[in-house]
Nanobody
């Protein structure tokens, strides 16, 4: 099993920046990718960004050029750097990984973009 814990959410003004962190524990050696998803109020959960063990990254079109995903292997941590934030980025952000075909999710961290 894998456990994921997110941190770093909060309130930020439009145009501001925020960094999210996700720390994985448990059977981390089977992890081939780590990803971020988000769910805005009244909407379905949507993909934000991912990176693979091989170093490939992928982003949703709505965040490309503004968000950067990276991994700190020594700390088993996924980082999501968010810049030029917009009110429509407001959502609960979830960390995700897949291990042995099983999806694992963190509990989420709330990001609110508002003046």
């Amino acid at each position: 099993q894998v456990q994921l814990v997110e941190s770093g959410g909060g309130l930020v003004q439009p145009g501001g920046s925020l960094n999210l962190s996700c720390t994985a524990s448990g059977n981390i050696f089977s992890i081939n990718l780590m990803a971020w998803y988000r769910q805005a109020p009244g909407k379905q959960r949507e993909f934000v960004a991912l990176f693979t063990k091989g170093g490939t990254t992928n982003y949703a079109g709505s965040v490309k050029g503004r968000f950067t995903i990276s991994r700190d292997n020594a700390e088993n941590t996924s980082l999501l750097q968010m810049t030029s934030l917009k009110p429509e980025d407001t959502a609960v952000y979830y960390c995700n990984t897949v291990s042995h075909g099983i999806n694992y999710w963190g509990k989420g961290t709330l990001v609110t973009v508002s003046s």
